[in-house]
C-alpha cells in the first residue's frame, strides 16, 4: 500500500513562495508517476501538475504554469512542488497523488492527505 505524505502548505503574502514536499513510502516502483492537484473551496479540484517517471516529462496547468515547478527525487520517493509568485487564488487544499505505473496522464491511485496553502493580498 503506497503512502504519500505532504509537507510545506504555509500562509503567505502575495508574491510570496512554498515549496512542498511529499514523500512516497510503501510498495514503490521505480517508474512512478507523481502530480498535485488543489482544491478550494466551492471550486472543482484541479491537476495543476504531473512529472512522469524519466523526470523530463512535466505537465502544468495554465493557471500555474511559469510560476510552479514540479521535481522528483527518486532516491528519496520524494516531489516537490516549488511554487513562486504566489497569488491569493492560489489558496486551496494542495494534495499529493501518486501511480505504481509510468502513465502519468491517467488518473491517480494514491492520494495524500492534504497540505494547506493560504496567501493573502
Known amino acids: 500500500q503506497v503512502q504519500l505524505v505532504e509537507s510545506g502548505g504555509d500562509s503567505v503574502q502575495a508574491g510570496g513562495s512554498l515549496r512542498l514536499s511529499c514523500t512516497a513510502s510503501g510498495y514503490i516502483y521505480s517508474r512512478n508517476s507523481m502530480a498535485w492537484f488543489r482544491q478550494a473551496p466551492g471550486r472543482e479540484g484541479e491537476r495543476i501538475a504531473h512529472?512522469?517517471?524519466?523526470?523530463?516529462?512535466?505537465y502544468y496547468a495554465d493557471s500555474v504554469k511559469g510560476r510552479f515547478t514540479i521535481s522528483k527525487d527518486n532516491a528519496q520517493n520524494t516531489v516537490y512542488l516549488q511554487m513562486n509568485s504566489l497569488k491569493p487564488e492560489d489558496s486551496a487544499m494542495y494534495y499529493c497523488a501518486a501511480r505504481t505505473d509510468p502513465y502519468c496522464w491517467a488518473e491517480y491511485v494514491y492520494w495524500g492527505q492534504g497540505t494547506q496553502v493560504t496567501v493573502s493580498s
Open positions: 512529472i512522469c517517471p524519466g523526470g523530463t516529462n512535466t
